[in-house]
T-cell receptor, first 116, second 114 residues
Framework: SQTIHQWPATLVQPVGSPLSLECTVEGTSNPNLYWYRQAAGRGLQLLFYSVGIGQISSEVPQNLSASRPQDRQFILSSKKLLLSDSGFYLC???????????????FGQGTRLTVV | KQEVTQIPAALSVPEGENLVLNCSFTDSAIYNLQWFRQDPGKGLTSLLLIQSSQREQTSGRLNASLDKSSGRSTLYIAASQPGDSATYLCAVRHGSGNTGKLIFGQGTTLQVKP
């Protein structure tokens, strides 16, 4: 069966410090990977998605970046955190191929980031 | 631009009651709709996935319907239990190319009182 892991579960970082959140998926190959942020009162916002190694698409301009160094690994980074980067970050995956858009999406347990 | 709305934002019911959560979307050109459950401080758990060609899906006490033409979906929970207390999110898969994006509603926070 497939599983998705995110770590750390919680993180408190000072303004201006770097960030690295990691997400890995097990039990599948060549998944589509996604980073979402859930801010209080704003719902879930798609930040980045990746359809393959080294392929990253950004949805919104921001202080964050993403990388996919391996097929089942997705990393969210920042060089200098801002207060506005605080939120709940969720990684997700699904398996889709061109023309087949009807597969289920699965989410990790999330990382609570507080920038102080 | 696709927008997803969930009403009500919060709901409190006594245990045993049947209830309906509503989800509406503005653009009917969707691939599928997915209902999730989120417990406080946790990730999202997938409950039901309805393809655009389907009208409903059932899993245990949950039944989700989809009326794509009117842009509506409902999640019916039968015989509610305190363990059903959580936030319920609906999301539509909308987009073109190799990646359909999930567009989420704001969620309905459900409290089931013993």
């Amino acid at each position: 069966s497939q599983t998705i892991h995110q770590w750390p579960a919680t993180l408190v970082q000072p303004v201006g410090s770097p960030l690295s959140l990691e997400c890995t998926v097990e039990g599948t190959s060549n998944p589509n990977l996604y980073w979402y942020r859930q801010a209080a009162g704003r719902g879930l916002q798609l930040l980045f998605y990746s359809v393959g190694i080294g392929q990253i698409s950004s949805e919104v301009p921001q202080n964050l970046s993403a990388s996919r160094p391996q097929d089942r690994q997705f990393i969210l980074s920042s060089k200098k955190l801002l207060l506005s980067d605080s939120g709940f970050y969720l990684c997700a995956w699904n398996n889709e191929r061109t023309g087949i858009m009807n597969t289920e999406a699965f989410f990790g347990q999330g990382t609570r980031l507080t920038v102080v | 631009k696709q927008e997803v709305t969930q009403i009500p934002a919060a709901l409190s019911v006594p245990e045993g009651e049947n209830l309906v959560l509503n989800c509406s979307f503005t653009d009917s050109a969707i691939y599928n709709l997915q209902w999730f459950r989120q417990d406080p401080g946790k990730g999202l758990t997938s409950l039901l996935l309805i393809q655009s060609s389907q009208r409903e899906q059932t899993s245990g006490r949950l039944n989700a319907s989809l009326d794509k033409s009117s842009g509506r979906s409902t999640l019916y929970i039968a015989a509610s239990q305190p363990g059903d207390s959580a936030t319920y999110l609906c999301a539509v898969r909308h987009g073109s190319g190799n990646t359909g994006k999930l567009i989420f509603g704001q969620g309905t926070t459900l409290q089931v009182k013993p």
